[in-house]
């Protein structure tokens, strides 16, 4: 990769971290951007995985204090999160590049429509916690779709959080925060499970991944200083639209 390949490569994880905590959905910015620059799909989709970890981190440290009391979902839904996010990543180190690439655009649509949906996931999952007639605690019927939804987070992870909370909205008797809380420690469990069976595929990038760690913890930081003065809706409809732009874009190539 050349200097101007890291710099944009930089810019991007600047923006999808900036993205990730103002409304969620940056992979759809820095990943697209790395395959741009000559990363090879499968390559770019480890390299960006792991140079995203931080970011997962920080927002991770940030929700401690809703995790209270939440110890015993925390002891069943981790480890499943934990074993889902590395399947994930062995069936994408295991997937062939061609099987892959034909893949991406598809990817980029259902992360983008996942994203979409976020807002009326969480309208429908606060509605149903507010319903009385439909409490039941069945924490463990959590485990196989919360195990879904980590393999595909290991494989691709654009639009797995808003997979992880319809899934714990329905099967958890919680608030939202709490819930919200128990989604990102679940989402950096298979990010960093992925991440470090990653370590050891031979497909990460390394200058290209410390270049954008470093990169999404500045927009990390930038989006926390700007979250309320941008609304996050209008935002998150800008990441959908280039999302479904990309994956257009992607179809159109490999039709010629």
Not at 32 to 57: D, E, K, R, S
Not at 200 to 228: E, P, R, Y
């Amino acid at each position: 990769m050349t200097s101007w390949d890291l710099l944009i490569a930089a810019l991007a994880a600047v923006g999808a971290g900036a993205i990730n905590a103002l409304a969620g959905g940056g992979t759809l910015i820095s990943f697209p951007v790395l395959v741009a620059v000559g990363v090879p799909p499968v390559a770019a989709n480890i390299t960006n995985a792991v140079a995203l970890c931080p970011g997962y981190f920080g927002a991770t440290l940030a929700q401690l204090p809703n995790l209270k009391g939440q110890r015993a979902q925390l002891l069943l839904l981790v480890p499943v999160a934990v074993l889902g996010g590395l399947a994930g990543g062995m069936i994408l180190v295991r997937t062939g590049e061609r099987t892959f690439t034909a893949l991406v655009p598809w990817m980029i649509l259902a992360a983008s429509l996942l994203l979409a949906v976020q807002e009326p996931v969480k309208k429908f999952v606060v509605k149903r916690l507010s319903n009385p007639e439909h409490k039941h605690h069945t924490m463990a019927l959590s485990a196989l779709p919360i195990a879904a939804a980590a393999i595909y987070g290991g494989f691709f992870s654009a639009g797995m959080s808003v997979l992880l909370l319809a899934v714990l909205g329905l099967t958890l008797d919680d608030s939202l925060t709490r819930l919200n809380a128990l989604k990102q420690v679940l989402a950096f469990s298979v990010n960093i499970a992925a991440a470090v069976f990653f370590l050891f595929s031979d497909q990460v990038v390394w200058i290209a991944a410390a270049v954008m760690a470093v990169g999404a913890l500045v927009g990390g930081a930038l989006g926390g200083k700007l979250a309320g003065k941008l609304p996050p809706a209008v935002l998150r409809w800008v990441v959908v639209v280039a999302g479904i732009a990309i994956a257009i874009a992607y179809w159109v190539k490999s039709a010629r």
